[in-house]
């Protein structure tokens, strides 16, 4: 049963458009984490939060922005897709050290812009 | 400059037999390690973790061994079972539990 839930799991959508990946967890931690994923690479952190109204930018340069206004929610922006945007999109959440359980991670949106 | 590496794209091994999967850091400031275990379309999965004053850590089938000198962990898996078949990545954890660097993975297939 999962505790993160990421919508949509997949999309396609043209270049130019705007959208929103969303990202949920129920388990009432603080810190939540964007990874970009291309297929056979590792994870890169693009975005993290220490909590609401927290944002910080990760090790990898994105043009995506994100939102923390309530803890459980934690929504990612591209205002204007392009394929270079084409990737797997990862969203986690931990607890304050974050080692015990590891992160806790959805189950990704598959991003393609066409 | 990738901090967590893991050299062996892929490793195949027969059922009930030891898997072994690499991973090499640069990076001295990590506090903890982790492995992930991913399937297709679906997140990474915490396996387990070890700290970085600690040289094994063990659970049921899973133990991370940390050869601090060398910087160098493994994973062994024993005894290894189909459903083990999947990409396993590594992972360094910095400052307070707040960044984790991955490797690029292995994909490990157990074959019957």
């Known amino acids: 049963e999962a505790d993160i839930y990421q919508t949509p799991r997949y999309l396609v959508i043209g270049t130019g458009k705007k959208i929103t990946l969303e990202c949920s967890q129920t388990?009432?931690?603080?810190?939540m984490y964007w990874y970009q994923q291309d297929p056979g690479m590792e994870l890169h952190l693009i975005h993290y939060?220490?909590?609401?109204?927290?944002?910080e930018k990760g090790d990898l340069s994105s043009e995506s922005t994100v939102s923390r206004i309530r803890t459980e929610h934690f929504p990612l922006t591209l205002e204007s897709a392009r394929p270079s945007h084409t990737s797997q999109y990862l969203c986690?959440?931990?607890?304050?050290?974050?080692?015990?359980?590891?992160?806790?991670f959805g189950s990704g949106t598959r991003l393609t812009v066409v | 400059d990738q901090q967590v590496k893991q050299n062996s794209p892929s490793l195949s091994v027969q059922e009930g037999r030891i898997s072994i999967l690499n991973c090499d850091y640069t990076n001295s400031m990590f506090d903890y390690f982790l492995w992930y275990k991913k399937y297709p379309a679906e997140g990474p999965t915490f396996l387990i973790s070890i700290s970085s004053i600690k040289d094994k850590n063990e659970d049921g089938r899973f133990t991370v061994f940390l050869n601090k000198s060398a910087k160098h962990l493994s994973l062994h898996i024993v005894p290894s079972q189909p459903g083990d078949s999947a990409v396993y990545f590594c992972?360094?954890?910095?400052?307070?539990?707040?960044?984790?660097?991955f490797g690029t993975g292995t994909q490990l297939k157990v074959e019957l």
């Open positions: 992972a360094g954890l910095t400052g307070g539990g707040n960044k984790l660097t």
């Open positions: 939060s220490y909590g609401v109204n927290s944002t």
């Open positions: 388990m009432g931690h603080d810190k």
């Open positions: 986690a959440s931990s607890e304050f050290s974050g080692h015990e359980d590891g992160y806790t």
